[in-house]
Every structure is written in structure tokens, then in C-alpha cells.
């Protein structure tokens, strides 16, 4: 089946203690992302990639960090975490960038920062 | 730059109402617009797409016509179902693609039997 995996679904963690959500996807797209999701702010992005070893910032990018040594692999690194990270992320991957490939999102992983 | 100004929510309606659910956007091109549903505990969905001006973009019963004069991309579905119960966001890609989206705010829309 086609489909984003995101692990854990769930993470509570504390301030300062380094955390990896990881983002897999097994539909060979070159182009993975990774947004937060805000109460009242709608989806933002944090980080993208358009292919392997290539990544930039998006709209949000403070506070992450994020590789792409394989094509199917984009993790999300939060070297330092703060409070102000406690949301919900969701990663998503497109075969390219036309308007026919549309992005396909994982079911989200809930961070909580103590 | 880039946005997009979606209707606040939230929505409730009763089975077989009427549903429209407002989207302007504001950009420097000639964005493609886009609905995407994320239904309870799951990550988002393509819902339907236009990719210029008065495309007609439509899926499971929903509608929306891209409308330059207006910049508006309103969400519209003649009878909605309780399995509709989701949030709906909007959104544009100011490069012609699907990735790099500018996200609205999102409505949740809850329909009762």
C-alpha cells in the first residue's frame, strides 16, 4: 500500500532532550516536506526536500533540522526542544512538482514539550 | 506574499444541507489552488484542484471554480453527508506545482444526522 509513515504518533517529551520523528515513504517520490500544525494558524512549513541530498527552508524553520541521505527517508531532528515546539507535524511527499502530483501526508505525530 | 484567507469555523449543519466554505487567496502569479479534508486522527487529503482561472475543480460532490476576478475558490456541496465531518483547508502553490502550498486556517465542519 502507498502510503507516509511517521513514527512515533505520539511524543511527550522535556525541554532540551534531542528527539528524531521519522518519515518514510515507499512510493519513490523525490519531493518530501515536513509542516506543523497550529491551532488558528493552519498548516506551516518547516522544512522541504526536492531530492536526495538537497533540502531547504520553508516558512518556519528555527529550532529544526532535517536530512535526506535516501530518497524514501526525511527525518525531523529537534537538536534542542522548547515549549513553542509542542504541536502536531505532519510529513508529505509528492512524485515531482506539476499540479498532476499531489502530496500525500503521513497521519501526523502529536509533540508535546514539558 | 502568498496567502490565503479561509472562512473561520466552525461549521455544524444538519445531513443534506447545503455546505459553502469560503476561500480567498492573495498572490503574485498564477497560483494552482487546491481543498484538502483531513478527517479525524489522519493526515490530510487531496480533495480537488484547479489549476487556473475558471477551472472547476470537483470530487465525491464537492466543487469549487477557481475565480480570478474575485481571487476566491470557494468549497461548495449541495447535500452533505455526516461522513463529511472533517476540516477542510485551502490552499495555493505559487510555482504551478503541487508542494511548496500556502495553507488557509482550515474550517471543521461537523454535519449531525
Known amino acids: 500500500e502507498a502510503q507516509v509513515t511517521q513514527n512515533p504518533r505520539y511524543l511527550i517529551t522535556v525541554t532540551g532532550k534531542k528527539l528524531t520523528v521519522t518519515c518514510s515513504q515507499n512510493?519513490?517520490?523525490?519531493?518530501m516536506s515536513w509542516y506543523r500544525q497550529d491551532p488558528g494558524l493552519g498548516l506551516r512549513q518547516i522544512y522541504y526536500?526536492?531530492?536526495?541530498?538537497?533540502?531547504d527552508k520553508g516558512d518556519v524553520p528555527e529550532g529544526y533540522k532535517v536530512s535526506r541521505k535516501e530518497k524514501r527517508n526525511f527525518p525531523l531532528i529537534l537538536e534542542s526542544p522548547s515549549p513553542n515546539q509542542t504541536s502536531l507535524y505532519f510529513c508529505?511527499?509528492?512524485f515531482g512538482q506539476g499540479s498532476n502530483s499531489p502530496l500525500h501526508f503521513g497521519n501526523g505525530t502529536r509533540l508535546t514539550v514539558t | 506574499g502568498d496567502s490565503v484567507t479561509q472562512m473561520e469555523g466552525p461549521v455544524t449543519l444538519s445531513e443534506e444541507a447545503f455546505l459553502t466554505i469560503n476561500c480567498t487567496y492573495t498572490?503574485?502569479?498564477?497560483?494552482?489552488l487546491f481543498w484538502y479534508v483531513q478527517y479525524p486522527g489522519e493526515g490530510l487529503q487531496l480533495l480537488l484542484k484547479?489549476?487556473?482561472?475558471?477551472d472547476k475543480g470537483s470530487n465525491k460532490g464537492f466543487e469549487a471554480t477557481y475565480r480570478k476576478e474575485t481571487t476566491s475558490f470557494h468549497l461548495e456541496k449541495g447535500s452533505v453527508q455526516v461522513s463529511d465531518s472533517a476540516v477542510y483547508f485551502c490552499?495555493?502553490?505559487?510555482?504551478?506545482?503541487?508542494?511548496?502550498?500556502?495553507f488557509g486556517t482550515g474550517t471543521r465542519l461537523t454535519v449531525i444526522p
Open positions: 484547479a489549476t487556473k482561472a475558471d
Open positions: 498572490a503574485t502569479g498564477y497560483p494552482s
Open positions: 508529505a511527499s509528492s
Open positions: 512510493m519513490n517520490h523525490e519531493y
Open positions: 490552499a495555493l502553490s505559487d510555482l504551478g506545482g503541487a508542494n511548496n502550498l500556502f
Open positions: 526536500s526536492m531530492n536526495v541530498e538537497v533540502t
